[in-house]
């Protein structure tokens, strides 16, 4: 073998033409310029491999900085926020427990067995029974009641929820430093459930910013402030559910979800983001529900607030139609299909929408080049605008557009249709009926139930002592159906000499009930 290799050297000697061996050795001779030129080539090659290297990286390190310092909004956070304490700390000195005392009446005086008077007309008692139960014998008394609220002006404006001081005689406003104040109240919007109170503080108020319900996020972290269940300055965290809840309590449902926990008497107070900011005011919950809790959005909450403060009242727009959604078969019906719209369902007779030319069954499609999708978009559209404004209506009608212009007018004071033959005073009895709009079904979850809406009950009238409120459907009089005011004038006129007048009323969250009218 060795013979063999010395051969082979030996045959690449005359090619190239040098002596592979040294001296007649055995090892090979060592060529300089070969190993040389070798070296610089490897050397040349790891120069430009780790130039490479250095290069590809600084372009990682500059890409990743890049992404780093514009992430997406959506980029992954942490999923709870390293400490609510500081939030509390800024915020809680804003944050109001309301107290409120009412008079309440009872339905009458304590009875005998069968509900007679055991004295008859000669009651021994009768002068201490009209100091303790007043002089119509209807028992009274004081019934506390509490809320929360927030200072949003150094001034002492605080805000609230209508119910929480609808009908209060006494408001007293807590502070968590525990100063206390009487409150009167600046204007109420039941309609959305929002109140302003005022007190008189001699120094300025702690207050707490507004922030923009608009920008929140389904999945955002929210903080509620409150005194639920009269334990005042109770903090709880959780997140925003759900966005624009339709919820069924009037026609401005457009609520904040969240899970953050709250409670009766949590009503008033703020849920806020994580700047601090109240980006809702905490309203209502679902009573068997655990961990959904209701808001209304500060931006809506705003605008009321801001003519509250000026005006004392709020006012809205006006169309005077009632709408529903377009969907489905009723779209293929109409010639809507593939189009948003909301179907008139009905004009008011005087009303703006009436004078502008709408007629029933038209689909308003575009309000001031707004696309409408749902009868609330047009509701909360109109209720924004202001008296006399002038809004571009765009109708579909025999599946033809055609382009309108409505004055808008005031909306009426209660939610009765402001047509005067469609109400119906009945000044015996001191009450109001009004026909039954979806707007107001919605309002007093009645369903799609036919019948006369009562309006307005007079205190102390026969109507107030029957027992009827605001918000009763009435369905029969003396068993005698009612489909329209007119139908129910004519059937309280057949029956006032007769023996009185039953009416079949249905109540919210009641059911239906008997109301004699004698």
Known sequence: MYQQTKTNLTTQQTVDGRDPFVNGSNKPRVDNKLIIRRTKNMTRTLRLTRSIIIVMMTGLLLVSGFLIANASPNAPVPMIPENFSSLADTVSPAIVH???EKTVKTSGPALGPFG???????????????????PNGRPEFKQPGLGSGFVIDKD?????????VEGADKIKVVLKDEREYDAKIVGRDPVTDIALLKVDAKDSLPTVALGSSDNLKVGEWVMAIGSP???????TAGIVSAKGRVIGSGPYDDYIQTDASINPGNSGGPLL?????????????????????????????????KQLKQNGEVTRGWFGVSVQDVKGDLADYYGAKGQTGVLVAAVTPGDPAEKAGIKAQDIITEVNGKKMTTSRDLTTLV?????????????????KSKT???????????????????????????????????????????????GIIVVG??????????????????????????????????????????????????????????????
């Open 273 to 305: 983001n994580m700047k601090g900011e109240v980006v809702g005011i905490n309203t209502m919950i679902i009573a068997r529900g655990q961990g959904i809790g209701f808001a209304i959005p500060i931006d809506m909450a705003e605008r009321v607030i």
């Open 457 to 518: 009950v007079q205190a102390g009238s026969k109507a107030d002592k029957a027992g009827i409120e605001e918000g009763d459907l009435i369905l029969e009089v003396n068993h005698g159906s009612v489909a329209s005011v007119n139908q129910f004038k004519k059937l309280i006129d057949q029956n006032k000499k007769g023996a009185g007048i039953k009416l079949l009323v249905k109540r919210m969250n009641a059911g239906l009930l008997v109301i004699h009218l004698a």
């Open 156 to 164: 002492g404006y605080v805000v609230t929820n209508n119910h929480v």
């Open 116 to 134: 007679m008077n055991p004295f008859g007309n000669n009651n021994p008692f009768k002068d201490h029974s009209e100091k303790f139960f007043g």
């Open 229 to 235: 269940f009269g334990l005042d300055n109770t903090v």
């Open 98 to 100: 309301i107290r409120v």
């Open 383 to 399: 209720a924004g605008l202001g008296v006399g404004d002038r809004a571009e209506v765009k109708v579909l009608r025999g599946g």
């Open 404 to 450: 309108l212009v409505v004055e808008i007018g005031k909306r009426p004071l209660t939610l009765a249709a402001a047509a005067d033959r469609q109400q119906e005073n009945e000044g015996e009895y001191g009450f109001q009926v009004s026909e039954l709009t979806p707007e107001m079904a919605e309002r007093y979850n009645l369903g799609s139930a036919n």
